[in-house]
């Protein structure tokens, strides 16, 4: 796999659906920034991928997680990002769970700590 597409089509159906839909998500505020690293997608604002690394999607066999490097400094009056150290993450377990203004706020923010 060598595309953020190519990682996401190769998951079962329920996985490819949440990962597609944290994708769309995640490239409205980082366009052009992913890119496979490690074995799964990752956005990054640096030259090249993993240099300054935003945020992440990655495939368990039960559920999604969504991933943002400096998830620990971000505000989050939900109580949903759990981590330690600096990174954070959820795990998705169906589209339904995706909350999607909540997930734009974390990009804004994730990003502008990058920027």
């Given at each position: 796999?060598?595309?953020?597409?190519?990682?996401?089509?190769?998951?079962?159906?329920?996985?490819?659906?949440?990962?597609?839909?944290?994708?769309?998500?995640?490239?409205?505020?980082?366009?052009?920034?992913?890119?496979?690293?490690?074995?799964?997608?990752?956005?990054?604002?640096?030259?090249?991928?993993?240099?300054?690394?935003?945020?992440?999607?990655?495939?368990?066999p039960r559920?999604?997680?969504?991933?943002?490097?400096?998830?620990?400094?971000?505000?989050?009056?939900?109580?949903?990002?759990?981590?330690?150290?600096?990174?954070?993450s959820i795990?998705?377990?169906?589209?339904?769970?995706?909350?999607?203004?909540?997930?734009?706020?974390?990009?804004?923010?994730?990003?502008?700590?990058?920027?």
């Amino acid at each position: 796999m060598t595309t953020v597409a190519e990682y996401n089509a190769a998951l079962p159906a329920d996985q490819r659906e949440i990962a597609d839909a944290l994708t769309a998500l995640i490239e409205a505020v980082l366009p052009g920034t992913g890119a496979v690293w490690h074995g799964h997608p990752v956005w990054s604002l640096g030259a090249a991928p993993g240099k300054q690394p935003v945020c992440l999607v990655k495939a368990y066999p039960r559920y999604v997680t969504f991933g943002l490097w400096r998830g620990q400094e971000l505000a989050d009056p939900s109580g949903l990002v759990a981590g330690s150290r600096a990174m954070a993450s959820i795990k998705v377990t169906a589209v339904a769970d995706i909350d999607a203004a909540q997930i734009t706020t974390w990009l804004q923010q994730a990003r502008a700590l990058e920027a």
